[in-house]
């Protein structure tokens, strides 16, 4: 929902970025994976109870993430960039929560579990709109350039990200900000197979 108004913003401040990049030979894909990588560490950081540093680590994932498509920009996009991004980032969404879980099990593993699995049921109602659409040559450019058709909803990358931010602000509420924004997926994916139905049905 709101990662349209936060991309008008960091836009202009990624390109700048990026174009400095580009003369150093670092390719999107590089980025790509140690933005990934990164977003590993912020976990395991998480994980042992470091968490202002799991909040450091995290940020600074999600900056690659936005390199990684600026850079492209500027440069060369491909469909194996496009595709390892989105692999990528539903792997660093899965691994955050995760880190949680490890920190205090008894208080966060359900709660976690059921975030991590509306994650799962989100992003397959997204992935599965955006085959169907390229099927039939939908286009569609809500969020920008992206390599595949791209449905926005109640729950996307900027609020996942708040939502991270604010577990490691306060990690003693992560099992209810879990519990709150897993309906907040699962609402986006119900929204998002109605709208599938609309586009689809009998077609």
Do not use: H
């Not at 968490?51 to 990684?68: K, V």
């Amino acid at each position: 929902m709101l990662d349209g108004i936060a991309r008008k913003q960091i836009d202009p401040l990624l390109m700048a970025i990026a174009s400095r990049l580009a003369k150093t030979g670092i390719t999107p894909n590089q980025i790509t994976v140690a933005g990934f990588f990164v977003g590993v560490a912020a976990a395991a950081a998480i994980a042992a109870g470091w968490f202002l540093t799991g909040l450091a680590l995290l940020l600074a994932s999600r900056l690659a993430d936005g390199l990684d498509g600026s850079l492209a920009r500027l440069t060369k996009t491909s469909d194996f960039g496009g595709f390892l991004d989105i692999v990528l980032d539903f792997a660093f969404y899965g691994i955050i929560p995760l880190g949680f879980i490890f920190t205090d099990p008894e208080q966060n593993a359900l709660a976690g579990a059921t975030l991590i699995f509306s994650f799962y049921v989100n992003g397959a109602s997204f992935l599965a709109f955006a085959t169907l659409a390229e099927k039939r040559k939908l286009t569609g450019n809500a969020r920008g350039t992206k390599s595949i058709f791209f449905t926005t909803g109640l729950a996307e990358a900027t609020e996942t990200l708040a939502v991270f931010v604010l577990a490691c602000l306060f990690p003693a509420w992560f099992s209810t900000l879990a519990w709150v924004f897993a309906a907040v997926c699962f609402y986006t994916a119900l929204v998002r197979i109605l709208q599938a139905r609309e586009t689809f049905y009998g077609r």
